[in-house]
């Protein structure tokens, strides 16, 4: 049986890749279902999905990876991306309560200035039927401008 190579193989790049994104789609899943958190995860995640494929490509399918360019890395980055998406919008998901309190408590330390989600749809319905273009969502930091500082030169 031939090994393959880039002359009798030459998508494995391609199912390398692909096989990265299932990686990281699996693994983001995991730690975004079961509320994980740490710097270890993802270094972690960052090692399933380098060497993972490469160790089946080798080990396996018994391929002549040196045949390839670039095939150790190709779509990491990718991937890696991919698992963070996935692990914030499933860890967001299951803590939205936890997301209310701190929009809450932050509300409350700047004494209810901040914009709520609802305030701020508001504000765009309100622009919508008028006929504006533009919504000024933000509040102003100051009460009273601050006049510029002027330097005194001399001559």
């Not at 190579?5 to 299932?22: C, G, K, Q, S, Y």
């Not at 494929?53 to 991937?79: E, K, M, W």
């Not at 709520?116 to 533009?134: I, K, R, V």
Request: aromatic fraction near 10%; hydrophobic fraction near 45%; charged fraction near 15%.
């Amino acid at each position: 049986m031939k090994t393959p190579n880039v002359d009798t193989f030459p998508e494995l790049p391609d199912a390398v890749i692909w096989f990265r994104f299932v990686l990281a789609i699996v693994y983001g899943l995991h730690l975004g279902l079961s509320a994980t958190r740490g710097a270890a995860n993802l270094i972690f995640g960052l090692n399933v999905i380098t060497f993972i494929p490469i160790l089946y490509c080798q080990l396996i399918l018994a391929a002549d990876t040196d045949s390839y360019r670039h095939l150790t890395f190709a779509g990491v980055s990718n991937s890696l991306a991919l698992l963070l998406l996935i692990w914030m919008y499933f860890y967001s998901v299951s803590h939205a309560n936890e997301e209310a309190q701190l929009s809450a408590a932050l509300s409350a330390m700047t004494g209810g200035t901040m914009a709520t989600g609802e305030e701020t749809n508001s504000a765009f319905e309100t622009a919508a039927t008028s006929g504006a273009t533009t919504v000024d969502t933000t509040t102003p930091l100051m009460e009273e401008p601050v006049a510029p500082v002027e330097e005194e030169t001399e001559f």
